[in-house]
């Protein structure tokens, strides 16, 4: 459970991390008239990997806590459950 969820934590946010980069170099004022000029640009003048930079620091602290909280669920669930009724459903 805690590669599944570190795998999956992992495999998402590399997925969104080009318009994560978008996204802080239109909020930081650059020079992009907007999302889609920014993600034409980018490419073409620092290379297509670019858009994943700062990825790596992102995972660094994402992965560990998706993984954690991933393989915990079912363990804590269990201990909430403790005196409720079998065949009732807990809610929060």
């Known amino acids: 459970r805690l590669a599944a969820g570190?795998?999956?934590s992992a495999i998402a946010k590399s997925t969104l991390a080009p318009f994560e980069r978008v996204k802080?170099?239109?909020q930081t004022g650059t020079k992009y008239k907007?999302?889609?000029?920014?993600l034409r640009r980018i490419p073409a003048?620092?290379?297509?990997?670019?858009?994943?930079r700062g990825n790596l620091a992102n995972?660094?602290?994402i992965?560990?806590?998706y993984a954690l909280r991933f393989a915990l669920l079912d363990h804590f669930r269990a201990i909430a459950a403790i005196g409720a009724s079998p065949g009732?459903?807990?809610t929060l």
Not at 34 to 38: E, H, Q, R, V
């Open 6 to 8: 570190g795998m999956a």
């Open 24 to 26: 802080l170099l239109l």
């Open 34 to 38: 907007g999302p889609l000029d920014a």
């Open 45 to 52: 003048e620092e290379g297509i990997t670019s858009l994943w």
């Open 59 to 61: 995972l660094a602290r």
């Open 63 to 65: 992965v560990p806590t």
């Open 88 to 90: 009732k459903p807990l």
